[in-house]
């Protein structure tokens, strides 16, 4: 659910924005995101019960990462991807600052998977989805889909915070 809720932004911009705008966000959440590749492993350690609480040094990794990320961008997305993507920028510098809270969502969703709750990881998946949507309405350019994403995750790992602490954990 959390990959289709992270992908929710492309599928939906594909259907509602100019394929020029496709194109520009597409290329920002390539680079943007690589800080969450980085972070993939808080799904397993939330998963495998290793994080009982909130990842602190997980997520102060993915963090500076992110940062990393989010002031290359200036430099790296011309270069890598040509001159024309240079909107892409500041797309790829809101989702790699936001890749902290990605990554604690990913844990969360971990630890609702691990303490056997996937209907409430579902309905934390569907919270993030509908700010997104309502975000996406409201404005189509590539920029603010990027807020509507992070925006999105971070209802949702608001959600699942909630979620864990209600659950019984695993025996």
Do not use: C, H
């Not at 705008?21 to 939330?46: E, H, L, M, N, T």
């Not at 290359?72 to 993507?85: M, Q, T």
């Not at 809270?101 to 998977?113: A, E, P, W």
């Not at 990881?121 to 509507?148: D, E, H, M, N, W």
């Amino acid at each position: 659910m959390q990959f289709l809720n992270s992908r929710l932004d492309l599928l939906m911009l594909s259907l509602m924005a100019p394929s020029r705008d496709v194109g520009v966000y597409a290329v920002g959440v390539a680079f943007g995101q690589v800080a969450v590749f980085v972070g993939s492993a808080g799904a397993i350690r939330g998963l495998t019960g290793e994080a009982k609480g909130i990842d602190v040094r997980g997520a102060g990794v993915v963090a500076g990462a992110g940062v990393l990320l989010a002031a290359s961008a200036p430099w790296a997305i011309p270069r890598v991807f040509g001159e024309s993507f240079g909107a892409s920028v500041p797309v790829a510098q809101v989702l790699a600052l936001g890749s902290p809270v990605n990554y604690l969502l990913q844990l969360m969703s971990g630890r609702l998977l691990g303490r056997r709750q996937p209907l409430r990881l579902a309905l934390v998946q569907g919270a993030g989805a509908g700010v997104f949507l309502l975000g996406i309405l409201i404005s189509r350019v590539p920029t603010s889909v990027a807020v509507a994403s992070v925006a999105s995750y971070t209802v949702a790992l608001l959600a699942a915070f909630r979620a864990v602490r209600r659950s019984p954990p695993r025996e």
